[in-house]
């Protein structure tokens, strides 16, 4: 019997409209454009200003925009999964809630947390689901309000992060099409490097984690610069050696927008052209979870079925993987 395999049939995004430059945050913290070209490769980022619109509002209208293309109804999608490293509240799910606003009524939803990683982690649980044969279409957003949880004036992260979302469908496909193969990994000695002291478990909001400034994103940038470069050139190239892949093989690499440096070594590890690596981190600087949806959302066109796309991403944690996925639709 065929196997069924678990295949990206369509895509949506949303990034909100009001762009920060390089040039409006040198106003703000001493910094300068050339620096964080240089450094980083991103140029502005998007930051959402709407009151009272937390990361749903994204995800929501990234969905909508699926759904729309896809031209099915909400209530068809059997499970929605919310990526999400700065969910609405700390508790609800952000998953049920925008399950709901976008009318799945027959879904259930969670969220999935996995730091820069959540949305490669999450296309792992999606494909495992409709693989199983349980589920016939899964809904995976990747969406992050980075601007929540970063402080404006420390220079050596405000620079680096944008909001924004981005959604895919997994349906089940009979061609051998979509996600063929995958190495995810993790390792926790990552936690000092990237992370939200406060407002978890060990340290719970006070009057003094907030005047301590404990519930912004701390980062050791150098540290984590390190592992990342090694970690997801290793992925990249260890999953093209285990499925018999040439660089004339891979048509795309997807990688995670974190900075451009990174997205070079792993490029160049896998001996790949520029041509072939999808890269929007001029624009929105890195947006977490939304990183990787929305490559595929600025990309989709120039996309061929059976195209051959390596996935990578690296993130707090550690967490780190990479996939191998025929695209499986042309556009
Ligand atoms: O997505 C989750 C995973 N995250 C990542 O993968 C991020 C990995 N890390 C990075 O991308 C880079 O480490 C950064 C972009 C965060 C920093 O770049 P770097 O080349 O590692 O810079 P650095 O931290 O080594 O700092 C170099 C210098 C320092 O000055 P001194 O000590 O050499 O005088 C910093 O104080 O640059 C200074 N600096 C800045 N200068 C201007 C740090 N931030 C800035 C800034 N503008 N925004």
């Not at 099915?72 to 999608?77: C, N, Q, T, V, Y």
């Not at 984590?224 to 999953?239: E, G, P, Q, R, T």
């Not at 990787?292 to 989709?300: Q, S, V």
Request: contains cysteine; glycine residues 8%; charged residues 25%.
């Amino acid at each position: 019997m065929k196997k069924t395999t678990a295949a990206i049939t369509a895509v949506g995004g949303y990034v909100p409209d009001f762009v920060l430059s390089n040039k409006v945050l040198e106003t703000m913290v001493d910094t300068n454009d050339e620096w964080i070209t240089t450094r980083t490769g991103i140029k502005e980022r998007r930051i959402l200003k709407e009151e009272n619109a937390g990361t749903s509002f994204m995800a929501i209208k990234a969905a909508e925009d699926l759904l729309q293309k896809r031209g099915i109804e909400a209530s068809e999608i059997d499970f929605v999964l919310v990526a999400t490293a700065t969910p609405d509240m700390p508790v609800a799910s952000t998953a049920a809630y925008v399950a709901s606003e976008i009318g799945a009524v027959n879904a259930f939803a969670y969220d999935l947390q996995a730091a820069c990683s959540s949305f490669l982690y999450g296309m792992s649980t999606a494909a495992s689901y409709i693989e199983s044969g349980r589920y016939k279409k899964v809904l995976v957003i990747g969406a992050d309000k980075m601007s929540s949880i970063i402080d404006y004036t420390d220079r050596t992260t405000c620079i680096i992060f944008g909001d924004g979302a981005g959604a895919v469908l997994f349906e089940p496909n009979e061609e051998g099409l979509g996600l063929q193969d995958e190495f995810l990994r993790s390792d926790g000695i990552g936690r000092q490097f990237l992370k939200i002291d406060a407002g978890g478990s060990i340290l719970p909001a006070s009057e003094e984690t907030v005047k301590n400034k404990q519930h912004y994103v701390f980062q050791d940038g150098k540290s984590v610069f390190k592992f990342a470069v090694s970690n997801m050139a290793d992925v990249s190239a260890l999953i093209m050696e285990r499925n018999n892949l040439t660089k004339d093989d891979v048509q795309w690499l997807a990688p995670h927008q974190a900075n451009k440096r990174i997205i070079d070594a792993t490029a160049n590890r896998m001996g790949l052209e520029a041509e072939k690596v999808l890269i929007n981190i001029d624009r929105y600087g890195n947006t977490t979870s939304a990183t990787l949806p929305l490559l595929l959302y600025d990309f989709e066109k120039q996309l061929k079925k059976g195209d051959n796309i390596i996935f990578a991403a690296f993130g707090g944690g550690f967490t780190w993987g990479s996939i191998y996925l025929k695209w499986a639709y042309n556009s």
